[in-house]
T-cell receptor, first 112, second 115 residues
Framework: NAGVTQTPKFRILKIGQSMTLQCTQD?????MYWYRQDPGMGLKLIYY???????DKGEVPNGYNVSRSTTEDFPLRLELAAPSQTSVYFC???????????FGPGTRLTVL | AQSVTQLDSHVSVSEGTPVLLRCNYS??????LFWYVQHPNKGLQLLLK??????LVKGINGFEAEFKKSETSFHLTKPSAHMSDAAEYFC?????????????FGSGTQLTVLP
């Protein structure tokens, strides 16, 4: 199993550009999550999904969109990048509520 | 609403000495609790989890944590620190009640291990 994979690993965007962060898991997990981690801070939940076709907002959803068309994939979309979105983004998955998440290696995004 | 407080932002120990990383939580329901470790420029790795079974939880790499409901604490310990333990550690609480399940992360404790 590859676990949770994320692409790209690094990206620099200009203000106003858009991009999609890819996340794939091969563990057949129903739950998937997107977090952001700002320097010196814990993780904050952006969006989560409890299964294909079902998504919901987390703590900091503004400026982001997600979709979940398959169990395996959970892409995160930034439509109009802003400097405040400079962060490290982690995707995670789990088999159920309270079981513990498996995290991807992260995507380091800089918006200039 | 749930919250997590990691009482120390930095902890420094000598190699071979015990490690104690402190965590207090607040949750309206019976929580699930986790400790994650993050090595520099790496993703998060699950160390251990508490999900209402035994209150003393054993994890990977010799780490343990004890759930104390009366103290609302979930401190992480290890009898003898190793250089490879140097990393950032996150205490996490999960609200498992209701449809809107969320993890709440503490702000992290940076562990330094001195030779």
């Amino acid at each position: 199993n590859a676990g949770v994979t994320q692409t790209p690993k690094f990206r620099i965007l200009k203000i106003g550009q858009s991009m999609t962060l890819q996340c794939t898991q091969d563990m057949n997990h129903n739950y998937m999550y997107w977090y952001r981690q700002d320097p010196g801070m814990g993780l904050k939940l952006i969006y989560y999904s409890v299964g294909a076709g079902i998504t919901d907002k987390g703590e900091v959803p503004n400026g982001y969109n997600v979709s979940r068309s398959t169990t395996e994939d959970f892409p995160l979309r930034l439509e109009l990048a802003a400097p405040s979105q400079t962060s490290v983004y982690f995707c995670a998955s789990s088999s159920g509520s309270g079981t513990g998440e498996y995290f991807g290696p992260g995507t380091r995004l800089t918006v200039l | 609403a749930q919250s997590v407080t990691q009482l120390d932002s930095h902890v420094s120990v000598s190699e071979g000495t015990p490690v104690l990383l402190r965590c207090n939580y607040s949750s309206s329901y019976s929580p699930s609790l986790f400790w994650y470790v993050q090595h520099p420029n790496k993703g998060l790795q699950l160390l251990l989890k508490y999900t209402s079974a035994a209150t003393l939880v054993k994890g990977i790499n010799g780490f343990e944590a004890e759930f104390k409901k009366s103290e609302t604490s979930f401190h992480l310990t290890k009898p003898s620190a190793h250089m490879s333990d140097a990393a950032e550690y996150f205490c996490v609480v999960s609200d498992i009640s209701g449809s809107a399940r969320q993890l709440t992360f503490g702000s992290g404790t940076q562990l330094t291990v001195l030779p």
